[in-house]
């Protein structure tokens, strides 16, 4: 199987423009950085959160890596198929009983070789605890301990890596939706200096938590804005509602971007929202990063997406 190195490239994964009439009457222009496009399965930020783990296993001249995640997590199917293309082995430790039918996420991941071990809410709290890696460390010493979500110092490194694929310095702020808030720290990190980067939190109750992952965002101060929002989780992690899956087939409809219903379709519903709002000032360039997860949209019942 090829590398996977060479698709990141800046010249595979283009930047559209996305022309919608709000935008035009609100006077500003905005792009769309299609991430989803970088590989089938190992779809957008993922690949930059996970690669310099994959560096370091092999530098330690580890076998495995070993990672954590939902039933429909992006992550974990990314992980696994990042693993077999570099040519690691890979274990999932997977939140939960077994259920009686695998998930496609699961389905996938395991066609990519991963081993899952599932195991209960409790033990799956515990094992995928920061401070458990030493124990996690004991137990599978063969392998390159991946936090859930690949929420840990190389993955925000990884994530900064996302800025190089465009001219950074043509944009006034740079969007991205929140989950860890990993590629929100990487994007802070990777930042021109004098650019609003604006997060859309897809997990409800954080307002209080502020700016997710702030200790690790070297380059705050120097940026005009660094911050999140919280109103546009549609309920929750992984909730959505008629108008959302609406949305979704709209925008596709007028510009062909296909988007998840758990992360990009509400940053860009967001997006739309606040210009129209006229939260953005008047001849402003936005960036959205359009972050992937097409492969989630595989639980959502036959026909009720367009694409
Ligand atoms: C995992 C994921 C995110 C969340 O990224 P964080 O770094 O955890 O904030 C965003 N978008 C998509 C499509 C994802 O799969």
């Not at 004991?138 to 859930?148: L, M, W």
């Not at 929140?178 to 994007?187: H, N, P, Q, R």
């Not at 296909?258 to 929202?273: C, G, H, M, N, S």
């Amino acid at each position: 199987m090829e590398p996977l190195k060479e698709t990141w490239h800046k010249k595979i994964i283009p930047t559209e423009r996305l022309n919608l009439s709000v935008f035009a009457a609100n006077k500003i222009e905005v792009d769309v950085l299609r991430l989803d496009l970088i590989d089938p399965v190992i779809s957008g930020n993922k690949w930059f959160k996970i690669k310099n783990y994959l560096a370091i296993a092999k530098d330690k001249n580890l076998k495995t890596i070993l990672t954590f995640g939902g039933p429909y997590s992006n992550h974990i199917v990314a992980a696994a198929c990042a693993a077999f293309r570099e040519g690691f082995h890979s274990i999932g430790i997977i939140r939960g009983e077994e259920p009686s039918n695998w998930s496609h996420t699961l389905k996938t991941a395991a066609g990519f070789g991963m081993q899952l071990e599932f195991v209960n809410r409790k033990s799956y709290k515990e094992m995928s605890a920061e401070s458990s890696i030493p124990i996690m460390t004991r137990k599978y010493p063969e392998a390159c301990i991946i936090p859930e979500g690949g929420a840990g110092k190389p993955g925000i490194e990884g994530s900064a890596d996302i800025l190089h694929l465009v001219e950074n310095k043509l944009y006034d702020e740079i969007i991205c939706t929140v989950g860890t808030g990993t590629m929100f720290a990487g994007l802070a990190n990777g930042s021109d200096s004098q650019q609003f980067i604006r997060g859309i939190s897809v997990l409800k109750g954080m307002q209080d938590q502020g700016v997710p992952m702030e200790k690790e965002i070297k380059n705050k101060k120097k940026l005009k804005y660094c911050g999140v929002h919280h109103d546009y989780h549609f309920g929750g992690y992984a909730k959505k509602n008629d108008e959302l899956i609406k949305f979704m087939n709209h925008l596709y409809t007028e510009s062909g971007i296909p988007t998840d219903f758990v992360y990009t379709a509400k940053l860009i519903y967001a997006v739309v929202d606040l210009a129209r709002k006229q939260q953005f000032s008047v001849g402003s360039k936005l960036l959205i990063i359009h972050s992937g997860g097409l492969q989630g949209n595989g639980s959502l019942a036959p026909g009720t997406l367009i694409f």
